[in-house]
């Protein structure tokens, strides 16, 4: 079974910084590209950055660029998004999904809150 | 990046057919199809539904199809059910490995 895991939501102040994580099992994390998506509440989906298999190939959205940094560690099977210079319409759910065929996202984490606010 | 554009809301009755359009440019959905929808009841993660324009994953009914034609994409429930009611989103790759959602439709069933 595909588990994704995420962790390290919690409440910043605008201008700071926060990590989140993903913990994965049930596939071949290796093999495997991975995606953050977030969700305002009661809003829309939203790509914010994705990196591929080997790493090599990552993409971000352009309200994230330069802020936001996602890497993967293939030993421990994790994918995590770090955070810098927070605004307050970053906050969101942030749900890490797995790469499928036709960048399809077929598997999501539960997801954990950001919340930039003063 | 503009999200791909989707009607807010749409409507039908059980046992109906409803179809949720879903529009972006000759750079996303026009050029590649890698078109994905997605269903997400409140308070749950989305529900991958159709990858690759019209490819359902095990285990979706038959009665959720997808096409596309230029750089519009559509998703067609047929035999609506009560459970169908929820948020349906688009996405497109659209190049330089970026992916790209649409603003979701919210599904009534009357």
């Known amino acids: 079974e595909v588990r994704l895991v995420e962790s390290g939501g919690g409440l910043v102040q605008p201008g700071g910084s926060l990590g989140l994580s993903c913990a994965t099992s049930g596939f071949n994390f290796g093999d495997t590209g991975m995606t953050w998506v977030r969700q305002a509440p009661g809003k829309g989906l939203q790509w914010v950055s994705g990196i591929s298999y080997n790493g090599r190939a990552i993409g971000y959205a352009d309200s994230v660029k330069g802020r936001f940094t996602i890497s993967r560690d293939d030993s421990k099977n994790i994918v995590y998004l770090y955070m810098h210079d927070l605004r307050v319409d970053d906050t969101a759910f942030y749900f890490c999904?797995?790469?499928?065929?036709?960048?399809?996202?077929?598997?999501w984490g539960q997801g954990t809150l950001v919340t930039v606010s003063s | 990046q503009s999200a791909l554009t989707q009607p807010p809301s749409a409507s039908g009755s059980p046992g109906q057919s409803v179809t949720i359009s879903c529009t972006g440019t000759r750079s996303d959905v026009g050029r590649y199809n890698d078109l994905s929808w997605y269903q997400q009841h409140p308070s749950e993660v989305p529900k991958l539904i159709i990858y690759g324009v019209n490819r359902r994953p095990s285990g979706v009914p038959d009665r959720f199809s997808g096409s596309k034609s230029g750089n519009a994409a559509s998703l067609t429930i047929s035999g609506l059910q009560v459970e169908d009611e929820a948020d349906y989103y688009c996405?497109?790759?659209?190049?330089?490995?970026?992916?790209?959602f649409g603003g979701g439709t919210r599904l009534t069933v009357l």
């Open positions: 999904a797995r790469d499928g065929p036709a960048w399809s996202r077929p598997d």
């Open positions: 996405s497109s790759y659209a190049g330089n490995d970026k992916l790209i």
